[in-house]
């Protein structure tokens, strides 16, 4: 399946990149991932080589998918609450 050719959602973000693309999946990588301040998410230590071009690739070559990577960044800095 091409990216070209699959839905614009984080959960099939998920599953390009290899991750548990359930709802209860993603929450979990989430919760359990945390980007430090002004780490770019591409430089995030959690990533191998080809999750970290893929998210590159998306990034610099569709708004779409560059929106939803961008979705997960913030998802990964937001500080939680106690």
């Not at 998306?58 to 708004?63: F, G, H, K, P």
Request: glycine residues 2%; without cysteine; aromatic residues 6%.
């Amino acid at each position: 399946m091409s990216i070209d050719t699959v839905q614009v959602r984080m959960t099939n973000l998920f599953r390009q990149l290899g991750l548990d693309s359930t709802p209860e999946g993603v929450a979990k990588f989430i919760e359990q991932h945390r980007l430090q301040p002004k780490t770019h998410i591409t430089e995030a230590p959690f990533w191998s080589d080809s999750q970290r071009a893929l998210l590159t690739e998306l990034l610099e070559s569709d708004a779409d998918w560059a929106v939803v990577v961008d979705a997960l960044s913030a998802s990964l800095t937001e500080v939680k609450s106690t």
